[in-house]
């Protein structure tokens, strides 16, 4: 059974950091897109960041960019997303997800297809962050 466990959320001031763990199990971990993706309440599911396990390629969007940092350990068939200087608009429930993407073309077509919740096959169950002002 293909199962994605997403952990590591919590409250925080801002400033603060958090770090999220996608663990994976059921599948085949290493052909798959990996998506850090966020739903503030009364928005729409936001893709935020992706690594591709097969290339260690990793995509983020403009509102985390420099801030949170994506990472896979292989071994444990895990992924991370380190938060740091988070801000009251990061309170969101924080999901991961997976996909096998064919060539994604340049990194603007890329970002695009990544950071959609449409393309994203198996999903977990999400962690709340909450980030107080």
């Known amino acids: 059974e293909v199962q994605l466990q997403a952990s590591g959320g919590g409250l925080v001031q801002a400033g603060g950091s958090l770090r999220l763990s996608c663990a994976a199990s059921?599948?085949?971990?290493?052909?798959?897109?990996i998506g850090w993706f966020r739903q503030a309440p009364g928005k729409e599911r936001e893709g935020i960041s992706s690594i591709s396990r097969s290339d260690g390629s990793t995509y983020y969007t403009e509102s985390v960019k420099g801030r949170f940092t994506i990472s896979s350990d292989n071994a444990e068939n895990t992924v991370y997303l380190q938060m740091n200087s988070l801000k009251p608009e990061d309170t969101a429930v924080y999901y991961c997800a997976a996909a096998r993407f064919g060539p994604l073309g340049p990194p603007q077509n890329a970002i695009l297809v990544v950071t959609s919740p449409k393309r994203y096959d198996y999903w977990g169950q999400g962690t709340q962050v909450t980030v107080s002002s």
């Open positions: 059921g599948f085949t971990f290493d052909d798959y897109t």
